[in-house]
């Protein structure tokens, strides 16, 4: 299967960026091709919605495109194999998601699939700790079949999406666009899942709930599927 991978970034020099350092040394370290194979757009200030759209509709060429941020290190030199297994059964797919979600505030996709308690969470996800050490968070088992999936590792099956004009949800530069788009995603019948990629995302995530430009998007994304 033909892939290519896709990144924003608001740097200059996309070789500064911790994807980029995370492909260079997988491809190095096991003989792969994947820097050739890889999109970074730098200097970026469209929405994310919008560059993946761009990118995902002016290259039917390729079988699927990974789109991820440019802060996630991936960590698995298999992970090109895992994604094609993966786009067998699954048209999106990503490394850590849930099931049966309820649309409410705080509109976090652990958080509406019933948190760590509720039964519904699937996949794992690393993270880098404010120290820069790492931490691995199990959410359950992968691969898996998901509705909702974080969107900072998504793989897509082109032809699948584009046959029934699936695209990411621009009416969300950044908060909520992932989950907007997995909404869309399962009302068109896609489907998707999660598979065991080891990833790391530099991110300390959403520090406050009452932010400004996140209660604005949740707000608009509640209203928009308040009848999902």
Excluded at 23 to 38: G, S, Y
Aim: glycine share 8%; aromatic share 12%.
């Amino acid at each position: 299967m033909t892939f290519a991978i896709a990144s924003c970034t608001q740097l200059a020099d996309s070789k500064q960026t911790l994807l980029y350092k995370s492909l260079a040394k997988l491809e190095k370290e096991n003989n792969l091709i994947l820097l050739d194979k890889t999109f970074i757009f730098t200097e970026n200030k469209r929405g994310l919605s919008k560059a993946y759209n761009d990118f995902l509709y002016n290259h039917p060429e390729y079988d699927f495109v990974l789109f991820v941020h440019d802060d996630m290190w991936i960590d698995d030199a298999g992970f090109i194999s895992k994604l094609e297994n993966g786009h067998k059964t699954y048209d999106i797919i990503g490394v850590a998601g849930g099931l049966s979600p309820t649309l409410k505030a705080p509109a976090l996709w652990h958080i509406m699939c019933g948190g760590f308690q509720g039964g519904n969470l699937r996949g794992f996800a690393g993270h880098y700790l404010p120290d820069s050490s790492t931490n691995i968070t199990n959410f359950g088992p992968s691969p898996a079949r998901v509705v909702l999936i974080d969107g900072a590792f998504m793989s897509v099956n082109v032809r699948a999406v584009t046959k029934v004009n699936w695209k990411f949800n621009n009416n969300y530069t950044f908060h909520h666009y992932d989950l907007s788009s997995c909404l869309d995603a399962n009302k068109l019948k896609l489907k998707i899942g999660v598979v065991p990629i080891l990833t790391y995302h530099n991110s300390p995530g959403l520090r406050d709930i009452n932010d400004k430009t996140f209660t604005e998007n949740q707000a608009k994304f509640l209203a928009e599927y308040a009848s999902y």
